[in-house]
């Protein structure tokens, strides 16, 4: 809320307290000596206190929690601040400070526990939906194989083996989908612990640039490393990152022209190692750019070049690079090309 009730006369701060005891979102307004001035209904409410509480308190008094009496002060002073706070036994919070007009702080509290709950019903639902179209999956893919055989020594009209190749093909895709699918909503439960080791780019990169060799010769691309070898080690899990460098460099090969060259490089900035992977392929519409990182996201499903993806592979690799404390972008011109960058903190 823009609005202070101080600055306005009497019976328009009446109205703006009712409208304020209406939100949600707990309201509560800091004076210049950092104590309660006003609280709308809400705020005592979401720390389960009780109404008309808050009043006079302290900033420590009222939140009982360190870092949110810092972000508080720092508000007070002009800097504002985001507060995600997740006790087990608590509400979890969103707190948001803002300096005030004529000193002190606003500060809105979001309970957000509910949404969390949405949360894991949505990646609980995924993740048995994915386990039990898993099996059934695995048969029809068995099946049609065997089929394959038995056709590739009877006599059938051509057309009716390519028929069964094709529900081989998007077999393959399905089963692809929901692996990868699982694989994400493991890794944003955290039901797997990302590592945090100590490693070297360099082999990393050559390694996966050696797993995708068949893959760009086959499409025509030439693959190339330049990763200086002083590079500082980062810190992180190997099999992820390796995961996330494939995910990107097999969609640079797959966006590529025939002829074209894809190259990994890896720089190091104050912070952080940055990897980027630079193709001279479609690129990307700028429209699109801010979405390619969602699940299931495609530009344009009809100008792939054959090899369908899932939409995922970007999805995984944000995620991964997150949960390794570094972030991941993208710059592109459409007709020119794509490079695709994430930073890692140093080990
Ligand atoms: P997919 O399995 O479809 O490749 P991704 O999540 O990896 O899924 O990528 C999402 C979409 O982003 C792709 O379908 C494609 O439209 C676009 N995209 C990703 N990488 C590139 C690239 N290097 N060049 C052009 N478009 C790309």
């Given at each position: 809320p823009r609005t202070m009730p101080d600055a306005f006369p009497d019976h328009l701060a009446d109205e703006v307290a009712r409208v304020a005891d209406q939100a949600s979102i707990g309201l509560i307004r800091f004076d210049p000596q950092l104590r309660v001035r006003t609280a709308n209904l809400a705020a005592p409410h979401t720390l389960e206190r009780?109404?008309?509480?808050?009043?006079?308190?302290s900033v420590m008094e009222t939140f009982v929690d360190h870092r949110l009496e810092a972000m508080v002060r720092a508000a007070s002073h002009g800097q504002v601040g985001t507060y995600e706070s997740e006790a087990a036994d608590r509400a979890s919070l969103i707190v948001r400070a803002h300096p005030a007009v004529g000193g002190g702080a606003w500060v809105t509290l979001e309970n957000i526990t509910e949404l969390q709950r949405l949360r894991r019903i949505r990646s609980e639902f995924i993740d048995n939906l994915s386990h039990e179209l898993r099996t059934p999956l695995a048969n029809v893919r068995l099946l049609t194989e065997m089929l394959s055989d038995d056709l590739a020594?009877?006599?059938?009209?051509?057309r009716v083996r390519e028929r069964v190749a094709t529900i081989d093909v998007e077999t393959g895709h399905l089963v692809q989908m929901i692996n990868e699918l699982l694989d994400l909503t493991r890794m944003e439960n955290a039901v797997v612990q990302v590592r945090h080791d100590e490693l070297a780019l360099a082999p990393l990169v050559d390694a996966t640039i050696r797993r995708l060799g068949t893959f760009a010769r086959r499409q025509g691309v030439t693959l190339t490393a330049s990763v200086p070898d002083d590079l500082p080690a980062v810190r992180g899990d190997e099999e992820r990152l390796d995961r996330l460098l494939l995910n990107l460099l097999h969609n640079a090969i797959k966006f590529s022209h025939d002829g074209g060259e894809v190259i990994v490089s890896a720089d190091e900035h104050p912070d952080a190692v940055v990897v980027s992977v630079v193709d001279h392929g479609i690129g990307i519409p700028a429209a699109d750019q801010a979405r390619?990182?969602?699940?299931?996201?495609?530009?344009?499903?009809?100008?792939?070049?054959?090899?369908?993806?899932?939409?995922l592979g970007l999805a995984i690799a944000r995620h991964i690079a997150e949960a390794h404390g570094g972030s991941i972008w993208l710059e592109s011109t459409e007709g020119q090309g794509s490079t695709f960058s994430f930073s890692l903190p140093f080990a």
């Open positions: 009780r109404p008309g509480a808050l009043v006079g308190r020594e009877a006599d059938v009209p051509e390619v990182f969602e699940r299931f996201y495609k530009v344009d499903r009809a100008r792939r070049r054959g090899q369908g993806g899932t939409g």
